[in-house]
């Protein structure tokens, strides 16, 4: 015999339901300029896969579009998965900051390499017209 009622969802159903509903708000949220460009991104990770450079491209255009809830979802959901390092420190608006070294900790990289990627996408957004926006240290209110 079940312990509960019809009427209950389950931990599983609830997290999808939640799930569903933030994709609806963010879906409310886009902008047909950004729903343009992730269809763009999707057909070349289909056609040249994650790593092509094309896509990658296409991919900085797109989160450059993006509803700022979905940035903020992409965010947390980095942190839950470990996937970027603790911020050494936020700006006096509260975004978080990253140092390259943290960064290349992080990914298993040298400095040399960390630098190289860092430039390359620099020069990427900056060919797309794209905010390539350095954070002076001075700025940054650091983590005690």
Do not use: W
């Not at 491209?57 to 959901?77: H, T």
């Amino acid at each position: 015999m079940d312990d509960c009622c019809d009427s209950h969802q389950t931990h599983d159903e609830d997290a999808a339901e939640t799930h569903e509903i933030e994709v609806a708000r963010q879906v409310a949220e886009s902008t047909p300029e950004f729903m343009a460009a992730m269809s763009a991104c999707l057909r070349l990770v289909e056609t040249l896969g994650m790593d092509h450079p094309d896509t990658t491209r296409a991919m900085q255009r797109a989160m450059a579009l993006s509803p700022p809830s979905l940035n903020a979802f992409m965010a947390d959901k980095a942190r839950e998965l470990d996937l970027i390092p603790e911020a050494d420190g936020y700006t006096d608006d509260g975004q978080p900051v990253y140092s390259l070294e943290a960064i290349a900790a992080k990914l298993g990289m040298s400095m040399d390499e960390a630098k190289q990627a860092m430039d390359a996408m620099l020069a990427d957004r900056a060919a797309l017209g794209l905010p390539a926006v350095l954070i002076d240290p001075a700025t940054v209110h650091r983590k005690h």
